[in-house]
């Protein structure tokens, strides 16, 4: 490898630095076969599907470019759109035998997805749940005979087999119990999303219970299993049902 003295993207290969600038003018050029030529093979569909820009591309710059983890390179590319909107795209690059190839991409900043299906289920009966969220309360249910938290919600206690249960406010922290990061679109919302990370968080001020979802801020991060999270309430752009996010309780 050679770097190029001086380069403004110091440690960077110099016919890296020509790879990704070519690779941001056809993407705005929306030649989509000279794209898929830059992707990495075996990740092919994946990358076609990380990745969220708009139509009717004008102009590309290469924003920055450096070595980064796992000997990859991190290339941030921002678009313009001809209506003067900007994205800014992160591809991850790697050398492989027949040259330079993209094995991840990714939109910045960083934002968590939204699925589509946000909301009550069918019957209505864990409603309260969701208008807890709207008013910025957590709220699961709980048996009033017998005191059993009961996640996911159930008409009958499965403890006791009362029929009266209520739905409580609790503490919208939680601890780590399990984590992953997706990397692939598994749904068409994901798109412009990826990756992102799941949290299911354990809430010992309910008796154990644990909720699923999606962590603020998480790019790069590695959560600790037993790690404290809060929950945050986040609106739904089209006033819909706000959903539930965890993030790390790390001090900066
Ligand atoms: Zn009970």
Redo the contacts with the bound molecule.
Sequence with gaps: MTTVEGSVFPGVPADLVEVAERHGRIVAAGDNKAVLADFRPDRIAQLIASASLPPDLVKSELLDLRPDEGGLFAAHIRYTAADGSETVLRSRWIRLPEGWRVTQVRNLPATPPRMDSTGPAEDGNDTPHWEGLREGELRVPR?D??A?WIWPWRPI?P????FTVSWTAVEPTGTVFSWTRTWQPFAPEFSGHLPFVTVLAELPQAGGKRLLGVLLDADGVEPRIGEPVRAEFEAAPDGGWPVLRWRLSREA
Aim: aromatic letters at 0%; hydrophobic letters at 0%.
């Design positions: 048996c005979d017998c059993n206690c403890r006791c087999h009362g």
